[in-house]
């Protein structure tokens, strides 16, 4: 399609679509017409991948998640379709600025971090690969809070409202809904039961098209909304209750209201469930509905159906799978099971106690009571199987998800090489015993074409003119660019692409926030969810015994930096918050230092999202990932700064260890302890204050907070972090400060040799394309669901 011919279709598009002429088209319009234009470029790769997957008969992945933090589609399905140079054009020439167009579009947050953002990286790759697949989650209608800092410095969260504005991609599909009955009875009639729900909300489909790279392939992302059966009831408003004739309405839309801000504490919310059970069960009914379309048989269910289950929230599908099939479809219930299992995959995506899901039986058997009977029987056949087992799915009233997830999946997987022999030695060290081939690696990755190629196009020019084309599905390619790093040629145009990238960065933080940032400065940029075991605290800390010395010493030669911080803490997490408080102030502090002017600026902007990631990770120099060792199941943000020629700061975590090998330990600065020595650590009870003694630097930085130097003097203000630190530090910050001081020291030391650090960071892009996605899902198709490419 040429820019002319995209130009039509965006003016058809305005006039019959948005009901505009272009002499009073707005932004939104211009926005939506453009979308609609590039929609209909993917309605044929979707047709036919749908055809073709028909045609061959092929198996299909159903991605069950809770979350798919797809942030923007528009500039996305333009890379992907080939059409960036045409859609530029074709908008200017229409008199509206291409970048404002793109920024109309909503962030879609529907997920919390790193888990709902690899679902949406594993979209792009299925698509990409030509693996028939279908994404089945929930179509929220608040996604993950606003965040907005209070004149205090604290946390403020507002509602998300990305449905105020039709969106423009998806297609709402009426013709699939379904029931879905919660609570009841169940009454045995022979050998199956009979569930009568007590009340019901119907599923209503939408789908958008996930389009792949060069526009070969488009799978499908389903969401279901929640609404009532019947949408109003005219007795009680003709009997002038106004109010409760809506309320029936109002009640089946809170399932598919909001989605849950919390990313590693599971509280068992009825809510929670009710969601958990909804959406899955609408995707079961909606897969066993295409399969039956198709075959007779439904022992040959699992050649036809491959069902991941990201994490446990849709833990629910073995038992509503075995529910279908046994008491619905009347097959004999052992032989449900296995068919079940057979289709259903599991991925860990965390170690965390306080995050693995259980149910109450209590709330289970009133809100799904067949299926309490069920996870029962599967206890049950499991112990009579394996009488040795220690642990069971049900305990001290409680469900297990974890282990009722283990139990139902022919597969488990980790998300890194670490993750994996966690799994296999802590949590599920009983379960792998007794299945010792269940547990399988699958290292996660992320998209090259939006972290690299949308994100970074001055970066991916330079690739392309280095190395040729084609290496954005063939990611491993960027080791071609090795010889080239050698040359200073190279290295120059490396290190103008990272100014380039900075000065853009730097321009925003003073738009948007108005602080003057250095562009020559190191950007040392740490992004992702507040949690103290990703200890943004450790960094803060660090932060404020530099700027104490370089108070002391402003000529003793520091690398100039500027301290970047984004996220979001969930409401709930009050020490997350005081982080968060903290950092705030911190910057206020030192951003008013004339001493430090030049040397140190902290920068904090609100709200981090895809979007804003988008923005920060190309203009970063140093990459934070200093997670207590054991504690971040992979981390996929560490991947995308690799890639984007950021150096490392971090621990012997997740991916971090898989990056570090790749990239070589001389390209990497590794501080802190092992997760073995962390626990062995934790075993003394002064290992913090002993940490703190040994450390005049870190009580230095602990004192200068109790002395209110960030609260205007008032001493109490953060005893919550810092009581912490010295009487408990699980995260043990206090014992890995000195070793993150030393090794930031290194940074710096570093950084001052810059051409050899351009190098370095050249290298890290050149070494990491292993992260791609692509390559991690072709380990699921191959390892976990059985499935050949069809391109
Ligand atoms: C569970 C129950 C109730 C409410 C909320 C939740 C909930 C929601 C989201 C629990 C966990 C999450 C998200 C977890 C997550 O994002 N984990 C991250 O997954 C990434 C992809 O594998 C990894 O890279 C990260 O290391 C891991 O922290």
Same mark, same amino acid.
């Given at each position: 399609?040429?820019?002319?011919?995209?130009?039509?279709?965006?003016?058809?598009?305005?006039?019959?679509?948005?009901?505009?002429?272009?002499?009073?088209?707005?932004?939104?319009?211009?926005?939506?017409?453009?979308?609609?234009?590039?929609?209909? #470029?993917?309605?044929? &790769?979707?047709?036919?991948?749908?055809?073709?997957?028909?045609?061959?008969?092929?198996?299909?992945?159903?991605?069950?998640?809770?979350?798919?933090? *797809?942030?923007?589609?528009?500039?996305?399905?333009?890379?992907?379709?080939?059409?960036?140079?045409?859609?530029?054009?074709?908008?200017?020439?229409?008199?509206?600025?291409?970048?404002?167009?793109?920024?109309?579009?909503?962030?879609?947050?529907?997920?919390? /971090?790193?888990?709902?953002?690899?679902?949406?990286?594993?979209?792009?790759?299925?698509?990409?690969?030509?693996?028939?697949?279908?994404?089945?989650?929930?179509?929220?209608?608040?996604?993950?809070?606003?965040?907005?800092?209070?004149?205090?410095?604290?946390?403020?969260?507002?509602?998300?409202?990305?449905?105020?504005?039709?969106?423009?991609?998806?297609?709402?599909?009426?013709?699939?809904?379904?029931?879905?009955?919660?609570?009841?009875?169940?009454?045995?009639?022979?050998?199956?039961?009979?569930?009568?729900?007590?009340?019901?909300?119907?599923?209503?489909?939408?789908?958008?098209?996930?389009?792949?790279?060069?526009?070969?392939?488009?799978?499908?992302?389903?969401?279901?909304?929640?609404?009532?059966? #019947?949408?109003?009831?005219?007795?009680?408003? %003709?009997?002038?209750?106004?109010?409760?004739?809506?309320?029936?309405?109002?009640?089946? #839309?809170?399932?598919? #209201?909001?989605?849950? =801000?919390?990313?590693?504490?599971?509280?068992?919310?009825?809510?929670?469930?009710?969601?958990?059970?909804?959406?899955?069960?609408?995707?079961?009914?909606?897969?066993?509905?295409?399969?039956?379309?198709?075959?007779?048989?439904?022992?040959?269910? &699992?050649?036809?159906?491959?069902?991941?289950?990201?994490?446990?929230?849709?833990?629910?599908?073995?038992?509503?799978?075995?529910?279908?099939?046994?008491?619905?479809?009347?097959?004999?219930?052992?032989?449900?099971?296995?068919?079940?299992?057979?289709?259903?995959?599991?991925?860990?995506?965390?170690?965390?106690?306080?995050?693995?899901?259980?149910?109450?039986?209590?709330?289970?058997?009133?809100?799904?009571?067949?299926?309490?009977? *069920?996870?029962?029987?599967?206890?049950?056949?499991?112990?009579?199987?394996?009488?040795?087992?220690?642990?069971?799915?049900?305990? @001290?009233?409680?469900?297990?998800?974890?282990?009722?997830?283990?139990?139902?999946?022919?597969?488990?997987?980790?998300?890194?090489?670490?993750?994996?022999?966690?799994?296999?030695?802590?949590?599920?060290?009983?379960?792998?015993?007794?299945?010792?081939?269940?547990?399988?690696?699958?290292?996660?990755?992320?998209?090259?074409?939006?972290?690299?190629?949308?994100?970074?196009?001055?970066?991916?020019?330079?690739?392309?003119?280095?190395?040729?084309?084609?290496?954005?599905?063939?990611?491993?390619?960027?080791?071609?660019?090795? &010889?080239?790093?050698?040359?200073?040629?190279?290295?120059?145009?490396?290190?103008?692409?990272?100014?380039?990238?900075?000065?853009?960065?730097?321009?925003?933080?003073?738009?948007?926030?108005?602080?003057?940032? @250095? =562009?020559?400065?190191?950007?040392?940029?740490?992004?992702?969810?507040?949690?103290?075991?990703?200890?943004?605290?450790?960094?803060?800390?660090?932060?404020?015994?530099?700027?104490?010395?370089?108070?002391? @010493?402003?000529?003793?030669?520091?690398?100039?930096?500027?301290?970047?911080?984004?996220?979001?803490?969930?409401? /709930?997490?009050?020490?997350?918050?005081?982080?968060?408080?903290?950092?705030?102030?911190?910057?206020?502090?030192?951003?008013?230092?004339?001493?430090?002017?030049?040397?140190?600026?902290?920068?904090?902007?609100?709200?981090? @999202?895809?979007?804003?990631?988008?923005?920060?990770?190309?203009?970063?120099?140093?990459?934070?990932?200093?997670?207590?060792?054991?504690?971040?199941?992979?981390?996929?943000? %560490?991947?995308?700064?690799?890639?984007?020629?950021?150096?490392?700061?971090?621990?012997?975590? /997740?991916?971090?260890?898989?990056?570090?090998?790749?990239?070589?330990?001389?390209?990497?600065?590794?501080?802190?302890?092992?997760?073995?020595?962390?626990?062995?650590?934790?075993?003394?009870?002064?290992?913090?204050?002993?940490?703190?003694?040994?450390?005049?630097?870190?009580?230095a930085a602990i004192e200068a907070i109790e002395a209110g130097m960030f609260s205007n003097g008032d001493k109490a203000m953060y005893r919550m972090i810092t009581q912490n630190l010295r009487a408990h530090d699980y995260f043990t910050v206090c014992a890995d400060f000195d070793s993150y001081w030393d090794a930031q020291r290194r940074v710096d030391t570093a950084w001052f040799d810059r051409d050899n650090w351009t190098r370095m960071a050249a290298l890290n892009a050149a070494r990491t394309g292993w992260f791609s996605s692509d390559r991690t899902i072709k380990g699921y198709m191959g390892d976990i669901w059985n499935i050949s490419p069809m391109i």
């Amino acid at each position: 399609m040429t820019a002319t011919e995209l130009r039509e279709a965006i003016l058809r598009h305005l006039e019959f679509s948005q009901g505009k002429d272009l002499a009073h088209a707005s932004l939104y319009d211009m926005r939506m017409a453009l979308t609609l234009a590039i929609r209909d #470029r993917i309605i044929e &790769p979707w047709f036919h991948a749908t055809r073709a997957t028909y045609a061959a008969q092929s198996k299909r992945v159903y991605y069950l998640s809770m979350e798919f933090l *797809i942030g923007r589609l528009l500039e996305d399905a333009i890379l992907n379709v080939g059409l960036t140079e045409a859609a530029h054009e074709a908008v200017s020439g229409l008199g509206f600025d291409f970048r404002d167009v793109l920024n109309d579009e909503p962030d879609a947050a529907l997920g919390n /971090g790193g888990l709902g953002r690899l679902a949406a990286c594993f979209l792009d790759s299925m698509s990409t690969l030509g693996c028939p697949a279908y994404g089945y989650g929930i179509r929220y209608e608040h996604g993950l809070f606003r965040q907005s800092f209070g004149p205090d410095g604290r946390q403020v969260e507002d509602a998300e409202d990305w449905l105020r504005q039709s969106h423009g991609w998806e297609f709402e599909r009426p013709e699939a809904s379904f029931r879905i009955g919660f609570g009841g009875s169940v009454a045995e009639s022979g050998r199956s039961a009979v569930w009568t729900p007590e009340n019901a909300v119907m599923a209503k489909a939408y789908d958008t098209p996930i389009v792949g790279w060069q526009g070969k392939w488009a799978n499908t992302l389903r969401l279901w909304g929640a609404e009532p059966l #019947r949408a109003f009831d005219l007795a009680a408003f %003709n009997k002038g209750d106004f109010t409760g004739a809506a309320a029936p309405e109002a009640l089946a #839309r809170t399932i598919s #209201r909001v989605l849950y =801000p919390d990313d590693t504490t599971a509280q068992g919310k009825e809510l929670r469930l009710k969601q958990e059970f909804f959406f899955t069960a609408a995707s079961l009914r909606d897969i066993l509905r295409r399969f039956t379309s198709e075959h007779s048989d439904l022992r040959a269910l &699992p050649s036809r159906v491959a069902i991941q289950m990201n994490d446990t929230h849709p833990a629910i599908a073995g038992p509503e799978l075995i529910r279908l099939l046994a008491d619905e479809r009347g097959l004999p219930f052992e032989e449900a099971v296995d068919t079940a299992r057979a289709c259903l995959g599991y991925t860990n995506h965390t170690l965390m106690p306080e995050a693995l899901e259980r149910w109450s039986e209590s709330l289970m058997a009133e809100v799904l009571p067949r299926h309490m009977q *069920i996870i029962e029987r599967i206890d049950e056949m499991h112990a009579k199987a394996h009488p040795t087992r220690k642990s069971s799915i049900l305990e @001290n009233g409680e469900v297990k998800m974890g282990e009722l997830s283990f139990i139902m999946a022919h597969r488990v997987n980790g998300v890194s090489a670490l993750h994996t022999e966690l799994v296999k030695s802590t949590v599920f060290s009983d379960l792998h015993a007794l299945h010792p081939d269940r547990i399988v690696n699958e290292t996660n990755g992320v998209t090259p074409r939006r972290w690299i190629k949308g994100a970074n196009p001055r970066l991916s020019s330079l690739i392309t003119e280095t190395i040729g084309e084609g290496w954005e599905d063939h990611l491993e390619r960027l080791t071609e660019l090795e &010889p080239a790093i050698e040359t200073q040629e190279f290295r120059d145009r490396f290190a103008a692409v990272k100014a380039a990238n900075k000065a853009d960065l730097a321009e925003w933080i003073g738009t948007t926030m108005g602080i003057s940032v @250095n =562009p020559d400065a190191m950007f040392d940029v740490q992004i992702k969810r507040f949690h103290e075991y990703k200890r943004q605290h450790l960094n803060i800390l660090e932060t404020i015994a530099l700027w104490l010395e370089m108070r002391e @010493n402003p000529k003793a030669g520091w690398a100039p930096r500027v301290k970047i911080f984004g996220g979001k803490a969930a409401p /709930g997490y009050v020490m997350a918050k005081e982080i968060i408080h903290l950092i705030n102030n911190v910057a206020r502090v030192v951003n008013a230092d004339k001493a430090t002017r030049e040397l140190l600026t902290v920068v904090y902007p609100p709200n981090y @999202n895809v979007t804003m990631a988008e923005k920060l990770i190309p203009a970063a120099d140093l990459s934070e990932q200093i997670s207590t060792a054991g504690k971040e199941a992979s981390g996929t943000g %560490n991947m995308k700064f690799s890639l984007n020629g950021a150096l490392t700061i971090g621990t012997l975590d /997740g991916a971090n260890v898989e990056i570090r090998d790749l990239v070589g330990e001389e390209n990497f600065f590794l501080f802190g302890m092992t997760a073995d020595e962390v626990v062995e650590r934790r075993r003394h009870p002064d290992h913090a204050s002993s940490a703190i003694a040994e450390s005049p630097r870190l009580t230095a930085a602990i004192e200068a907070i109790e002395a209110g130097m960030f609260s205007n003097g008032d001493k109490a203000m953060y005893r919550m972090i810092t009581q912490n630190l010295r009487a408990h530090d699980y995260f043990t910050v206090c014992a890995d400060f000195d070793s993150y001081w030393d090794a930031q020291r290194r940074v710096d030391t570093a950084w001052f040799d810059r051409d050899n650090w351009t190098r370095m960071a050249a290298l890290n892009a050149a070494r990491t394309g292993w992260f791609s996605s692509d390559r991690t899902i072709k380990g699921y198709m191959g390892d976990i669901w059985n499935i050949s490419p069809m391109i």
